[in-house]
């Protein structure tokens, strides 16, 4: 079974900083794409960003130049550093992950979340 742990999140006024990070029960190169999707009140999940196990990264256009994804597979871990926060970036954070399953679908695995509050 996957488990994703995320960590990380918190209280931090706008234009400050903080790193997400979530960590794999197991390594993380066994998973076609890892990912950072968030979700704020009355609002659907959005995605933010995602790497794949390539070391490929795509950033939604709101996150580009502030937010960066990263891997460290001795740590089977994924971080998401955030600079420049803004208010309407409160959301939960959840950690996300894709396999191709022995079926040919896509498996798809979340953390619990945690919550990034950014204050005005």
């Known amino acids: 079974q996957v488990q994703l742990a995320e960590s990380g999140g918190g209280l931090v006024q706008a234009g400050g900083s903080l790193r997400l990070s979530c960590a794999a029960s197991?390594?993380?190169?066994?998973?076609?794409?890892m990912g950072w999707y968030r979700q704020a009140p009355g609002k659907q999940r959005e995605l933010v960003s995602t790497?794949?196990?390539?070391?490929?990264?795509n950033y939604a256009d709101s996150v580009k130049g502030r937010f960066t994804i990263s891997g460290d597979n001795a740590k089977n871990t994924v971080y998401l550093q955030m600079n420049s926060l803004k208010p309407e970036e409160t959301a939960v954070y959840y950690c996300?992950?894709?396999?191709?399953?022995?079926?040919?679908?896509?498996?798809?695995?979340w953390g619990q979340g945690t919550q990034v509050t950014v204050s005005s």
């Open positions: 197991g390594s993380i190169s066994s998973f076609n794409t």
């Open positions: 996300n992950a894709d396999r191709v399953a022995v079926w040919g679908g896509i498996n798809h695995y």
């Open positions: 790497i794949t196990s390539g070391g490929s990264t």
